[in-house]
């Protein structure tokens, strides 16, 4: 599971060229966001063998990967995505308002068509020698800040969140949160477009003392470079939930609205729920999900647990509905000129 630069130029240009297979039947372009490179690449392996199977037909997936609400922003401009399968159902709305996906999507696959989760930890380099344990550490001016940017990176918006809720949980009022997520963002070294490339900030190019990072790209990093980090799980974060959806007018345009329907429909499937927990989301099917969960009171992590990927009992893990659902959120975190770009300024 070797992290592999999986931009795939070649399917890009190949998509805003209109070369050979686009738009065919037996061609499915799937836009997703930056962290879910690897899980994707080996899921459409596994739908590949699954369709020939039950179908005789042989299909060719093409793949594109970054900062979800960009990715999403190049779908309403016409990127031919037949699915995507962004990091919030935020990012998927403003494909809908553009008209290409039909309102009530969110109904179409179970779990509110989030067929896997995962959550906001932060990533420090072994022996953590910062002492970062909680969001509070991440004001302090010796601490050097890794994430990505909210107005470009879904996962930036849960990273956000996360930190929002911290800081009320704790009992401030609205202007000291401002304050502390005011100080938190002029710590940050390096405003990544998307989570991958914070990732690499962090872990390959040797920036920042944290990375706010999604929990399967934190132990990702802990699989491929053993020894050299550590994950610190917060006392308080936010359980992220990746949407997915047809992109109904690309798939009636290119006759795939079967294939596309069934690529999205077979996430949840036994097979597909357990790929996801091994490459360190959270499937949402419970029987599969408890293969890859464990209790324990241990807030840092050195290593992947052999008996589990995450702890599920020692952080207070809101979600969206908290801030009133992606609509309100964005109204009052994200659009321009709301509270990020104020405080951020």
């Given at each position: 599971m070797k992290r592999k630069a999986l931009v795939l130029l070649?399917?890009?240009?190949?998509?805003?060229?209109g070369c050979s297979g686009i738009g065919s039947s037996n061609t499915l372009v799937n836009v997703s966001y930056d962290p879910t490179r690897e899980l994707y690449e080996a899921y459409n392996e596994l739908f590949t063998a699954y369709w020939e199977e039950e179908t005789g037909e042989t299909i060719r997936i093409i793949q594109s990967h970054g900062g979800s609400g960009k990715q999403a922003l190049e779908v309403a401009n016409g990127l031919p995505a037949d699915v995507v399968t962004l990091a919030l159902e935020g990012d998927v709305d403003s494909i809908r308002d553009a008209e290409l996906i039909d309102p009530g999507y969110v109904e179409e696959f179970p779990s509110d068509s989030a067929p896997y989760t995962s959550s906001i930890v932060f990533l420090v380099r072994a022996g953590n020698p910062k002492e970062i344990n909680d969001w509070s550490d991440l004001l302090r001016e010796d601490v050097g800040v890794i994430t990505p940017n909210p107005k470009t990176s879904g996962g930036a918006r849960w990273n956000y969140l996360a930190a929002w809720y911290s800081f009320e949980r704790e009992g401030l009022s609205e202007e000291e949160i401002i304050e502390a997520m005011r100080s938190l963002y002029q710590n940050v070294v390096v405003l990544d477009s998307g989570a991958r490339g914070s990732t690499t900030s962090f872990v390959e190019n040797g920036q920042g003392d944290v990375l706010?990072?999604?929990?399967?790209?934190?132990?990702?990093?802990?699989?491929?470079?053993?020894?050299?980090?550590?994950?610190?799980?917060?006392?308080?974060?936010?359980?992220?939930?990746?949407?997915?959806?047809?992109?109904?007018?690309?798939?009636?345009?290119?006759s795939t609205e079967e294939t596309a329907a069934a690529y999205l429909n077979y996430l949840y499937s036994e097979e597909a729920q357990k790929l996801?927990?091994?490459?360190?989301?959270?499937?949402?099917?419970?029987?599969?999900?408890?293969?890859?969960?464990?209790?324990?009171?241990?807030?840092?992590?050195?290593?992947?647990?052999?008996?589990?990927?995450?702890?599920?009992?020692?952080?207070?893990?809101?979600?969206?509905?908290?801030?009133?659902g992606w609509d309100a959120a964005n109204e009052k975190h994200f659009t321009d000129g709301a509270l990020f770009d104020q405080l951020y300024e």
């Open positions: 070649a399917g890009l240009t190949c998509m805003l060229s706010i990072a999604w929990e399967n790209e934190a132990f990702l990093s802990l699989e491929e470079r053993p020894g050299e980090f550590e994950i610190v799980i917060p006392s308080a974060s936010i359980l992220c939930q990746p949407t997915v959806a047809v992109v109904d007018a690309v798939v009636y345009e290119h996801i927990g091994e490459n360190f989301y959270r499937p949402v099917d419970q029987e599969t999900a408890l293969q890859f969960t464990r209790k324990g009171s241990e807030r840092t992590l050195t290593e992947i647990p052999e008996d589990g990927r995450w702890l599920v009992d020692t952080v207070d893990l809101t979600d969206i509905t908290y801030f009133g």
